[in-house]
């Protein structure tokens, strides 16, 4: 199964329509904010049980600035970096108070003076070719300063029934595995310190199989059995550098 994109993933999300449609999309789609429930329940847990607030933070490929808003409040400095101008656009008018940079992180550092306690990059890492996937995570790692950490998601894990039921039935479709998410934090000198998934039973962005208090049962029974980062459509990983 290849992971390449058709075109580059950094010029997906440029033009003013392209960034209505994912915020809107957010609002309409019930699994995405399933997914966004879920993670933002997760994150806000992560850094009560780590520490993390009071620190300065990064938030890599922001877009709208759901994950940036959401963490920015507990933080002593944060800032969004994105490619897309319409995107920080949108970020922009429906957070104004976050800093924001346009700009390429994986070609060219616009804040090399700065270092981060902590990192995230949401909705970035399973939609990217192979070798952005590689330069992206180096670069963050060059960001996260020692014992800081970084938090991304792939929810597109390719071990989720959904894509693999795609895969047998030959529809082409971007995905990452558990071992490749693995592979570049291993790669980029982080470490795994904890992993949780999400999404175990089989739907997509255009519908739910179930009621979502089922969805939030079966999610939390399979993590009770340990075996939501197997089966998770959503896999959120939390890495730490060496200090």
């Known amino acids: 199964m290849s992971s390449e994109p058709s075109i580059d993933y950094r010029m997906s999300h440029t033009g003013r329509e392209k960034a209505e449609a994912y915020v809107r999309n957010y609002r309409i789609m019930r699994w995405r904010r399933y997914l966004w429930r879920c993670e933002r329940e997760y994150l806000s847990r992560v850094l009560t049980d780590l520490r993390l607030s009071g620190l300065d933070y990064l938030d890599f490929a922001c877009g709208s600035g759901r994950i940036l808003a959401h963490l920015a409040p507990a933080m002593a400095s944060a800032l969004g970096i994105d490619v897309s101008e319409s995107m920080l656009q949108q970020c922009q008018e429906t957070h104004p108070k976050v800093e924001v940079i346009c700009a390429d992180l994986t070609r060219s550092d616009p804040v090399p003076e700065r270092m981060f306690d902590l990192v995230t990059a949401f909705r970035f890492f399973p939609n990217a070719e192979d070798q952005l996937r590689v330069d992206a995570m180096l670069a963050l790692s060059r960001k996260v300063k020692p014992n800081g950490v970084l938090i991304f998601n792939n929810h597109k894990h390719a071990g989720n029934i959904v894509y693999r039921a795609r895969n047998v039935l030959g529809r082409p479709n971007r995905a990452m595995t558990h071992s490749q998410a693995l592979s570049l934090v291993s790669m980029a000198g982080l470490k795994v310190e904890e992993i949780r998934g999400f999404g175990i039973l ?16 079966a999610d939390a029974t399979a993590a009770w059995l340990g075996v939501d980062m197997q089966f998770g459509q959503d896999l959120v990983y939390v890495c730490r550098k060496a200090g």
């Not at 089989?202 to 049962?217: L, Y």
């Open 202 to 217: 089989p739907s997509d962005e255009r519908w739910m199989a179930f009621p979502g208090f089922i969805h939030r049962v």
